[in-house]
């Protein structure tokens, strides 16, 4: 099966280093995604919520492109800036996986980017 590298309009464009996400073997890879509103392009608010939210819009727009959805993640990715966010991002995880949610990790983010609180990444069922 080929890999297939997908880009939509609707979710913030990827630097030329890597992809939105490819599509390979069923299953769609999203790369780290920030929290920038694509009509903008600046960061979605200063709350972890707000960032989470955009996060998770970009992903839902970067699937719907690769022909699946949120509903279908497998796994993600969660990398923050701060830890005390924890409970804030969690807030507003539950709101967009209510039930049977995915596999998740979390990790802290290596550098520091005025006013990013969160990147999130995902695989998801093609």
Not at 52 to 57: A, E, I, P, S, V
Not at 82 to 91: K, Q, T, V
């Amino acid at each position: 099966m080929p890999r297939t590298v997908i880009r939509t309009p609707n979710a913030p464009a990827a630097p030329a280093t890597y992809s939105q996400a490819t599509k390979a073997a069923g299953l769609v890879f999203v790369s780290g995604t920030a929290p920038v509103d694509p009509a903008t392009g600046a960061f979605a608010g200063p709350t972890i919520q707000e960032q989470t939210r955009q996060c998770l819009r970009n992903i839902a727009a970067i699937l719907e492109a690769a022909g699946s959805s949120l509903d279908k993640v497998v796994s993600a990715t969660v990398v923050m800036a701060n830890e005390s966010d924890f409970a804030g991002m969690n807030e507003e995880w539950v709101r967009w996986f209510p039930a049977d949610p995915p596999a998740r990790q979390g990790a802290k983010l290596p550098v520091r980017v005025e006013g990013l609180l969160i990147s999130i990444a995902a695989i998801a069922e093609a």
